[in-house]
């Protein structure tokens, strides 16, 4: 598929990390014009606010990057919330842009879809073979309903509307635009708030909870952007190559994992932080692997590119300037 850098392409959720990045992405590939809206401007489960947004704007393309996201706790204590907001947001933009003639749309996901006990690295051919985690089983349910909703779009209007609406499922990701939450936020920009705070009070230990042998897989999130941008550009006939029309989703990870141990020695490296890095084994561990397949998207010509440790140093970039910009605040 030859880029049109002229097309009109809808990026659902550009405030969030990733759809920050696809925007950095798709603007530094040369496209001109994007299409965006706040939170405040068009509430995506609002389907009339949808519906008339995109009766107006008809858009080419969208990015479905928008999703109501938290960690383990959030996931527990708002249920209902979570499912609701992101099945209605996912059914609105999907049946929305069928309407007002979109012709290709990427919807993206997470690598909770798949069961808890998954054999690893996760292929796309296990989902619905098994349990899901329990703690973010309604926000999984509902990115299983997204991959679904463009699949039945496909299967029933793709030959006679030409429809062509793909999903990606990243692995963890982190970078430019993440969550530094003390409580809220996720292991990479936890431990990065840790040790900052930890070599600026100059303290000689730093305890993570856990044995820190599980391993994880991390994927920097403009790599996770520009992956996006790849499979959206791919010509159809080399997408239809590797998917199948009721297994169309493509995993996008890294391509390799590192323990909780390696990681936080890395993320301490990156920061300059010296003293010692302990263990809590009376912690709970998690899951002791989760670690994406990403060969469907790798023979299709996509790899990663940024290193952890590359990676690991930009976000750390990234905390010191919005530390910076909470304190003038």
């Known amino acids: 598929m030859s880029a049109n850098l002229h097309q009109k392409i809808y990026i659902a959720g550009h405030r969030g990390m990733v759809g920050k ?29 949808v519906a008339q947004f995109f009766a107006s704007e008809k858009p080419d393309q969208v990015y479905l990057a928008a999703a109501k996201v938290g960690g383990i706790h959030a996931n527990n204590t708002y ?41 690893q690295p996760m292929a796309e051919d296990a989902l619905l073979t098994g349990k899901l985690e329990a703690t973010n089983e309604p926000y999984a349910i509902a990115k299983i309903a997204g991959i ?45 708030r840790r040790f900052h705070e930890a070599k600026v009070a100059n303290a000689p230990e730093v305890i993570i909870w856990g044995t820190g042998t599980p391993r994880r897989e991390f994927l920097y999130v403009d790599d996770m952007a520009a992956a996006s941008v790849f499979v959206m550009e791919l010509d159809k006939a080399l997408y239809d190559q590797q998917t199948e029309p009721m297994q169309s989703h493509i995993n996008v990870g890294f391509g390799s994992d590192v323990t909780i141990a390696q990681l936080a020695s890395a993320v301490a490296k990156a ?59």
């Open 21 to 49: 990045a696809i925007v950095r992405v798709l603007q530094a590939k040369g496209y001109s014009n994007l299409v965006t809206r706040t939170h405040a401007e068009l509430d995506l489960t609002k389907q009339a606010a």
């Open 79 to 119: 249920p209902a919330e979570f499912i609701y907001q992101n099945l209605m947001m996912e059914a609105n933009v999907v049946h929305q842009a069928f309407v007002s003639g979109v012709k290709r749309l990427l919807f993206l996901g997470s690598s909770c879809i798949y069961p808890k006990l998954v054999p």
């Open 148 to 192: 679904k909703l463009c699949e039945s779009y496909n299967r029933q209007y793709g030959s006679s509307h030409g429809l062509d609406y793909r999903s990606v499922m990243p692995t963890n990701l982190y970078g430019p635009g993440d969550n530094y939450h003390p409580e809220n936020s996720h292991v990479i920009p936890a431990l990065i």
């Open 271 to 329: 920061i300059g932080y010296f003293g010692k890095i302990g263990f809590d084994p009376t912690k709970p561990d998690g899951t002791p692997r989760k670690w994406m397949d990403s060969g469907r998207l790798n023979r299709l010509g996509w790899q990663a590119s940024i290193s952890l440790e590359r990676g690991i140093a930009m976000a750390y970039e990234d905390f010191l300037q919005t530390s910076a910009k909470n304190l003038r605040q």
